[in-house]
T-cell receptor, first 113, second 111 residues
């Protein structure tokens, strides 16, 4: 079955630590996205990639970094520069068509300890 | 600034009733419209999309689009407690692959 897998499901970060969230898809989708969801705030776009080896900043990219070395993979690093990283992180993928929606992964819940 | 507005709710309906969820958008160039369902603590799941004016039906779900008035609605017939979730509206502008999301409407279906 095709799908999109995020890991880990829960992640705890200490102050000053970088952590990396994994996102892998086997849907053969060109485009991949990272969103952050906070209570009452809706989904906010962090980074997106429409093609391998290329990615663009979203609305809240500061304190985050990504890479897209393979079509299937789009890992997100939350750096120590991100001062308020506690949130629910969602990875999504899609084909590059207007009339096509997202497939989301199951999410990673990140907590600062 | 493209905006997508949804009433946060909660919208409470009795089991078996029709639940009506509304979404308005600001960009007149919007072309594609999506509804996602998100259960508490889970990720969103695409349940409907529409891009032509009028109604689109899929089982108990009907999406209604009115581009002149810039709103899109989701009707859920014969609502069940398992429909209790947050419903996110997402809108794509022409030529864009990235949607603008509303903040979602919380629906509670009580027995």
């Amino acid at each position: 079955d095709g799908g999109i897998t995020q890991s880990p499901k829960y992640l705890f970060r200490k102050e000053g630590q970088n952590v990396t969230l994994s996102c892998e898809q086997n849907l053969n989708h060109d485009a991949m996205y990272w969103y952050r969801q906070d209570p009452g705030q809706g989904l906010r776009l962090i980074y997106y990639s429409q093609i391998v080896n290329d990615f663009q900043k979203g609305d809240i990219a500061e304190g985050y970094s990504v890479s897209r070395e393979k079509k299937e993979s789009f890992p997100l690093t939350v750096t120590s520069a991100q001062k308020n990283p506690t949130a629910f992180y969602l990875c999504a993928s899609s084909i590059r068509q207007e009339n096509y929606g997202y497939t989301f992964g199951s999410g990673t819940r990140l907590t600062v300890v | 600034q493209k905006e997508v507005e949804q009433n946060s709710g909660p919208l409470s309906v009795p089991e078996g009733a029709i639940a009506s969820l509304n979404c308005t958008y600001s960009d007149r160039g919007s072309q594609s419209f999506f509804w996602y369902r998100q259960y508490s603590g889970k990720s969103p799941e695409l349940i409907m999309f529409i891009y032509s004016n009028g109604d689109k039906e899929d089982g108990r779900f009907t999406a209604q689009l009115n581009k002149a008035s810039q709103y899109v609605s989701l009707l859920i017939r014969d609502s069940q407690p398992s429909d209790s979730a947050t419903y996110l509206c997402a809108v794509k502008s022409g030529g864009s692959y990235i949607p603008t999301f509303g903040r979602g409407t919380s629906l509670i279906v009580h027995p």
